[in-house]
């Protein structure tokens, strides 16, 4: 089969799709990623053909309006911009997913994607949802990721918030995707997000949820067509080889402390890392403290600090002592593998999540948030993480479990026993 998959956000959510392209190829089927373009680059090292779009998550992070967002100043007011912002963006990034789709057997999608779902209708071919968090559908088992709530409400209250969800994110996603479904296909706008998810499930497409579930069981009110299939993991490039300056860091001295905040950029990465080499020296331990996309600035250093750009998290975090992130879905699934403590200072939407099944798990410590978080706080919790015998334990049983699921595998197969059975009707 020819098969595309769209992804529309930063590397970390990117890594998944692309070992997922990797499986299928594996398997046979040929494979375009449809990515943004600073990422094309990097697919194309793995031997996996790539359609850059338009938008630029990391440009789209580093916005004015988008970063107040995330602090959480003037929300009302950033969400208007944050809307218009979008209006410019959606439309270039479905016309370039429609091109890579144009000869497709089947098409991948994120379960956000609403655009999507017209382009594999006119093309009359079979499709998947594709996420890295329970987004949807409803469930009574927990409360929606991308609300602001902590621990299950209780059934019916932790289904409702998947509608509150819903209610709260149209208004800014509808225009967009409708606009551009109106304006290409001349079909209707769809009136809400729900009606949209629900037009599929005639077909039986199937969701797959790209994380493991022994982190999140699969609900007992979600459908056959939900599968939780494991992480789609992505292992270094081809070739790759870390620099000697880290080969020589890491044999210096007993396993460091990771500190990273991935694709969370901060209107103070000098701040962030003085909290974080004050909170290695409160703590006594080395660390390795990674740039990111502006989260933590360079700084001078103590020997036993190093900083990193872009070192691939399959290949350092088993390295490590314990990991310190920001949460987000990649980076918790790596630190889980790795079967070492995960420390995680959430900065928005699902990662307070991933936070709470860590801590739930017992693989990592409660920590405060990355707006509360000071060098002390982090300080303890490294303590916690790096020498709690019980909790190293657990990680590293947990990491032995995760490895052992296979979850591209699991996907590739979903994918292809959809397509047998669409093709025979």
């Keep these: 089969m020819k098969i595309t998959i769209a992804t529309f956000g930063s590397r970390g959510d990117t890594q998944p799709p692309l070992a997922l392209a990797l499986g299928l190829q594996q398997a046979g089927h040929r494979v375009t990623l449809v990515a943004p373009a600073d990422l094309a680059g990097w697919i194309r090292s793995y031997g996996v053909d790539v359609q850059p779009m338009h938008f630029n998550m990391q440009e789209f992070m580093r916005k004015p309006e988008i970063a107040a967002l995330l602090n959480g100043r003037n929300i009302l007011r950033q969400l208007r911009t944050v809307r218009n912002v979008l209006d410019t963006l959606v439309g270039g990034a479905l016309d370039d997913a429609m091109r ?16 999507g779902v017209d382009i594999a209708t006119r093309r009359g071919i079979p499709m998947a949802y594709a996420s890295l968090q329970p987004m949807f559908p409803p469930t009574r088992a927990f409360p929606s990721f991308f609300l602001p709530f902590r621990g299950s409400l209780g059934g019916r209250l932790n289904r409702l918030t998947y509608s509150l969800f819903l209610r709260a994110t149209w208004p800014f996603l509808g225009g967009p995707f409708n606009r551009w479904r109106v304006s290409r296909f001349s079909l209707p706008p ?86 974080a080499l004050r909170a290695l020296a409160l703590s006594g331990q080395r660390g390795i403290l990674s740039t990111g996309w502006g989260g933590i600035a360079r700084l001078e250093t103590p020997a036993n600090v190093l900083y990193v750009d872009d070192v691939p998290h399959s290949w350092l975090f088993p390295r490590m002592a314990a990991v310190v992130h920001h949460g987000g879905a990649g980076t918790t699934g790596a630190g889980l593998r ?65 490895r052992a699921e296979h979850g591209v595998a699991h996907a590739v197969e979903v994918i292809e026993r959809h397509a047998a059975e669409f093709n025979r009707r």
């Design 100 to 115: 890579a789709a144009q000869d497709a057997d089947f098409l991948v999608l994120p379960n956000s994607e609403c655009g």
């Design 190 to 275: 769809w009136r809400t997000m729900r009606e949209m998810l629900d037009a599929r499930r005639t077909f039986g497409t199937p969701w797959l949820f790209a994380y493991s579930p022994r982190v999140v069981p699969k609900p007992p009110d979600w459908e056959a067509i939900h599968h939780v299939t494991g992480y789609w993991f992505l292992d270094a490039p081809p070739n790759w080889q870390p620099s000697a300056e880290l080969e020589r860091f890491l044999g210096s001295g007993p396993p460091p402390v990771y500190i990273g905040f991935g694709s969370m950029s901060d209107k103070d990465p000098e701040r962030q890392s003085r909290m």
């Design 338 to 402: 790795a079967g070492v403590p995960s420390l995680i200072a959430s900065f928005a939407a699902d990662q307070y999540h991933w936070a709470d099944r860590v801590v739930d798990l017992g693989v990592g410590p409660r920590m405060a948030d990355a707006k509360s978080l000071t060098a002390e706080k982090l300080a303890k919790a490294i303590d916690v993480g790096v020498n709690d015998s019980g909790m190293r334990a657990r990680a590293a049983s947990l990491g032995e479990t995760i």
